[in-house]
């Protein structure tokens, strides 16, 4: 899952960000509106955390502005006021959810993931394909009943993999959707990635890779 984290108190800012990289997520910082609308501008984000309170370019603004585009992105604005005029305005400028600070990180992380399965095609909160079985929200492996235990990266790349039902996803998809921003696209990480993680699911394989075009499950 591919996060923005738009706030302008860096310190917390980089705290979520970190957290959600704990959860395997994929995760971009802005600390101002105006460098929100420019990621947004280039880079598909599944959901945004948004600050309602942030300069250059106020959080209402970014959302209406991501609104009248069609952005696909969920929002989830955050803000010191939890009044529930100011959650019924923010919600009505056309957030997603609506979480008042100070908050509790791991309502926070489910909140995130909620709106992350709402970008996508429905599925269900945990996934089971080919005898595997991934658990999100527990951050769970399972193949024909033992626990795998993966990295931050090869449960993402599962996750991703699982999340396509059969179809097959590209190497450009993965880096986008399992690293942020900084990743250099001439990486073969993808490639060493998915030899740890075939290697940890073990036998018979059950990842296919597609020559020139890139894996499946």
Not at 26 to 48: C, M, Q
Not at 50 to 76: N, T
Not at 146 to 160: D, G, H, P, S
């Amino acid at each position: 899952m591919r996060v923005l984290v738009v706030e302008d108190e860096r310190v917390l800012a980089d705290a979520i960000a970190t957290g959600l990289r704990r959860e395997a997520m994929a995760v971009d910082v802005a600390y101002d509106g105006g460098g929100a609308l420019e990621r947004t501008s280039y880079i598909d984000y599944d959901v945004i955390v948004l600050d309602r309170d942030l300069p250059v370019v106020h959080g209402d603004d970014v959302c209406r502005q991501l609104v009248e585009q069609r952005s696909a992105s969920r929002i989830l604005m955050l803000t010191a006021s939890g009044d529930v005029d100011d959650k019924v305005e923010g919600l009505g400028l056309g957030a997603d959810d609506y979480l008042a600070k100070p908050f509790v990180f791991i309502e926070l992380v489910a909140r995130v993931r909620a709106l992350g399965r709402r970008s996508a095609p429905a599925l269900p909160p945990v996934l089971e394909r080919a005898g595997i079985r991934l658990d999100p929200g527990k951050r769970i492996v399972e193949r024909d009943g033992k626990e795998v235990v993966l990295t931050k990266k090869e449960f993402a790349v599962l996750e991703e993999l699982m999340r396509a039902e059969g179809a097959v996803v590209s190497q450009e998809d993965l880096l986008d959707k399992a690293w942020d921003e900084n990743i250099d696209p001439f990486t073969n990480v993808v490639r060493v990635t998915m030899m740890t993680l075939r290697k940890k699911l073990g036998e018979p394989q059950v990842i296919e890779t597609v020559p020139g075009v890139g894996y499946k499950l």
